[in-house]
């Protein structure tokens, strides 16, 4: 729950402004860190010291349901000359440490980041005759707030959110989210460490599907290109009708030529999705990874997650443009999706971590080469088998899909990345229940022919099975009901 109140800061008047003029016992009542914040904040409102401001009732840390401290909310100006309209502009407090006695985040130096190290911000076009600034942004920012805290990923410029829903709860076309630079807001040394400003840019579902199968940084160029579709600042308009490509048909061919040279810089999703060993029978409690078998599946260890946590994360890099996929449930229930971000210096992937510690069997845990398996996704995670077949495999990268349960993962790789356990000679491997699948370029061409209809995933009916007998592969897609089931 929040409240809204006049205030740039938790008390009820503005603190004095940052510098060394401000009181000594100033620090120990206005919080150093939300001190740094508000200073870049007076730097590009001086003549808005008490800002509107959403603040939580009951923070985060003392058990409130949401971990932004407040959110404060400035009228902009805009610039006529250069195309920009006034708008309002929306920062957040609270992904950062504002503290720094680990009452929320461990305080880990000054040298790097602060907290989660960003924090968010909004531009929303202001309407004609509006006095006072929408509220709704402000809930929208601490869902995003609510899935980094629960999932302990962060988000950088390029990512994308799949939300499935108008994002002010309207009738709009404005459904799901980029994020790039905020282009005012510099970065901010606290005491705690270094805090950066992601903007939160609402976009079309045609524009977020043609982030994922290209990436995140070209579609958010091709908006800045477009004044009534984001312009320089990429202010977000909920009355905006047309995407870009009905606005510029031409845009779409950059798309297409993007997607042909570049590939996808999408590395993965969490997702409805479970797998079966054929192989083996059902009952086979010891050794299948399938989470339909009727009793407690065996978790990803702790140690797997950060393994491929890691490998999503570095992914491939070749324009240096990470992207987010869709979000996960936890930030808006019935929305099926994840995310994860896709960075790596190297066009040759690689599946090893940044750190010494690269993909090795645990010592309790075997790796186990398949002979047969069963995939099974729901429809949403099922349509995006082609993006990972085409934009993906076909360019040498790799592609996975984490259940959003935390029970296991699949993940696709080509013939040309590294460190996998799964080989040409045995293509189906499992480590525990985490399922690598190599593809050879010939099989890849062959299912996107045979999933040809998935790209068109409304003009068949579930249940939906495909088969390749002589590789010994199944996939089903399947209604979200079944993976809703108690037995997934």
Known sequence: MAELRPSGAPGPTAPPAPGPT?????????????????????????????????????????????????????????????????????????????????????FTGT??????????????????????????????????????????????????????????????????????????????????????????????????????????????????????????????????????????????????????????????????????????PPEDDEDSRSICIGTQPRRLSGKDTEQIRETLRRGLEINSKPVLPPINPQINPQRPNGLTHDRTPSRKDSLESDSSTTII?????????????HLKFNQESGALIPLCLRGRLLHGRHFTYKSITGDMAITFVSTGVE??????????????????????EEFVEKMLEDLEDLTSPEEFKLPKEYSWPEKKLKVSILPDVVFDSPLH
């Open 419 to 440: 460190g996998a356990f799964a080989t040409e000679e045995h293509p189906y491997a499992a480590h525990g229940p985490w399922l690598q699948i190599l593809l050879t």
């Open 22 to 106: 401000a009181p000594p016992a100033f620090a120990s009542l206005f919080p150093p860190g939300l001190h740094a914040i508000y200073g870049e904040c007076r730097r590009l409102y001086p003549d808005q010291p008490n800002p509107l401001q959403v603040t939580a009732i009951v923070k985060y840390w003392l058990g409130g349901p949401d971990p932004l401290d407040y959110v404060s909310m400035y009228r902009n100006m805009g610039s006529p000359s250069a195309n920009i309209p006034e708008h309002w502009h929306y920062i957040s407090f609270g992904l950062s440490d504002l503290y720094g006695d680990n009452r929320v985040h461990e």
């Open 361 to 373: 069997p645990h010592e309790l845990i075997r790796t186990r080469q398949l002979e047969s398996v």
């Open 111 to 280: 040298d790097g980041p602060s907290g989660f190290g960003f924090e968010l911000t909004f531009r929303l076009k202001r309407e004609t005759g509006e006095s006072a600034p929408p509220t709704w942004p402000a809930e929208l920012m601490q869902g995003l707030a609510r899935y980094v805290f629960q999932s302990e990923n962060t988000f950088c410029s390029g990512d994308h959110v799949s939300w499935h829903s108008p994002l002010d709860n309207s009738e709009s076309r404005i459904q799901h989210m980029l994020l790039t630079e905020d282009p005012q807001m510099q970065p901010v040394q606290t005491p705690f460490g270094v805090v950066t400003f992601l903007q939160i840019v609402g976009v079309c579902t045609e524009e977020l599907h043609s982030a994922q199968q290209w990436n995140g940084q070209g579609i958010l160029e091709l908006l800045r290109t477009v004044p009534v579709a984001g312009g320089p600042w990429l202010i977000t308009d909920m009355r905006r009708g047309e995407t870009i490509f009905e606005i510029d048909p031409h845009l779409q061919e950059r798309v297409d030529k993007g997607i042909e040279t570049d590939g996808s810089n999408l590395s993965g999703v969490s997702a409805k999705c479970a797998w079966d060993d054929l192989s083996r």
